[in-house]
């Protein structure tokens, strides 16, 4: 029988004021960390709001180019040049105010949020099982659909995305993750460190 944990990350996309609202408050309640993915204009307008976000323990990732993309991810208006200005723009601000002050997580603009410096994509495949994103929807609230239970296997990294979220619905999920014996819910960076699996040159930004 394995005992390995299954590995659980939550990662929202957006920063958006119904993460402030309801997200935060379930998982401080339920004590689940999790990952939000910067979208600028959303975090600046209420930056003290999302500090205090941070010092309760969550962990704040550079999402700038998920509403930039087509629903396929490309981005066709766009050069090398510029999305190195746009992701380094982002990094700077999440520094600036105080939100993450290591490793930065990355949210591609399609697929799954994969971690670190932006070079480790579908290495960790060959090393730890990442499910990537599950959409909640498929989960069927608290009835678990069988094929997306069979995610959830020992040994497995699953991450969990989410844009929007319901009060009734997403704390149902949350419960449901908390009160899993073998489920070990941490940060993506969190998860990652305790996988080993950073990069060398990942390190806390002097």
Same mark, same amino acid.
């Given at each position: ?14 920063? /958006?004021?119904?993460? $402030? ?13 999790? /990952? ?47 999305? !190195? ?5 982002? *990094?700077? $601000? ?6 993450? /002050?290591?490793? @930065? ?11 670190? *410096?932006? @070079?480790?994509?579908?290495?960790? *495949? ?7 994103? @599950? ?23 699953? !991450? $969990? ?24 819910? *941490?940060?993506?960076?969190? /998860? ?15």
């Amino acid at each position: 029988m394995n005992s390995s944990p299954v590995r659980v990350s939550l990662t929202y996309d957006g920063t /958006t004021k119904c993460h $402030l609202e309801l997200a935060v408050p379930m998982l401080q309640k339920h004590g689940l960390p999790a /990952t939000f993915f910067v979208d600028a204009l959303n975090l600046l307008g209420h930056v003290r709001a999302w500090q205090e976000v941070a010092e309760m323990g969550h962990e704040f990732g550079n999402g700038c180019l998920i509403n930039a993309a087509n629903p396929d991810g490309a981005l066709p208006l766009w050069t090398p040049e510029m999305l !190195i200005a746009d992701v380094e723009e982002n *990094d700077q $601000l999440i520094w600036d105010l105080g939100l993450n /002050t290591g490793v @930065i997580p990355f949210a591609y603009p399609s697929e799954s949020a994969f971690l670190g *410096d932006r @070079i480790m994509g579908r290495v960790l *495949d060959d090393q730890v099982n990442v499910v990537g994103e @599950i959409n909640p929807h498929q989960l069927s609230s608290c009835r678990y659909a069988p094929e997306r239970r069979n995610d959830f296997q020992p040994g497995s990294w699953v !991450i $969990l995305a989410f844009d929007r979220v319901d009060s009734a619905s997403h704390e149902e999920l949350l419960l449901w993750i908390k009160n899993q014996p073998n489920f070990q819910c *941490d940060t993506l960076i969190g /998860t990652a460190r305790e996988l080993s699996l950073l990069s060398p040159r990942s390190s806390a930004r002097s």
